[in-house]
């Protein structure tokens, strides 16, 4: 069974950074395409980031690209999220998702993509 755990969510503030995990058991994702995405609060679902984990591509939206960067490290099977110069508007409930292969690029933004979702972690950007 595949479990996804994230972890490092938390209070900051503005201009701030954090770095989130995501732990992956049960699969190795040595070939697939791992993302985050993030719901804030009355909001629906958007996409933040994705890795490819064999060649290491990554992807961003717009919103956090330059602030942003997704990584991986294949022996802890694990994603991070390193989040910088953070702003109130990126408050909001962030998950990891994980594809067991790669995803096509037009359609790694696409939740729907994704077989395996994480439990959220809380990330909140206040004075």
């Known amino acids: 069974q595949v479990q996804l755990i994230e972890s490092g969510g938390g209070l900051v503030q503005p201009g701030g950074s954090l770095r989130l995990s995501c732990a992956a058991s049960?699969?190795?994702?040595?070939?697939?395409?791992t993302g985050w995405f993030r719901q804030a609060s009355g909001k629906e679902r958007e996409f933040v980031a994705s890795i490819r984990w064999s060649g290491g591509d990554t992807y961003y939206s717009n919103s956090v690209k330059g602030r942003f960067t997704v990584s991986r490290d294949k022996a802890k099977n694990t994603m991070y999220l390193e989040m910088n110069s953070l702003k109130a508007e990126d408050t909001a409930i962030y998950y990891c998702a994980a594809h067991g292969s790669s995803i096509i690029v037009s359609a790694v933004a696409n939740g729907g993509m994704y077989h395996y979702w994480g439990q959220g972690t809380q990330v909140t950007v206040s004075s």
């Open positions: 049960g699969r190795a994702f040595s070939r697939g395409t």
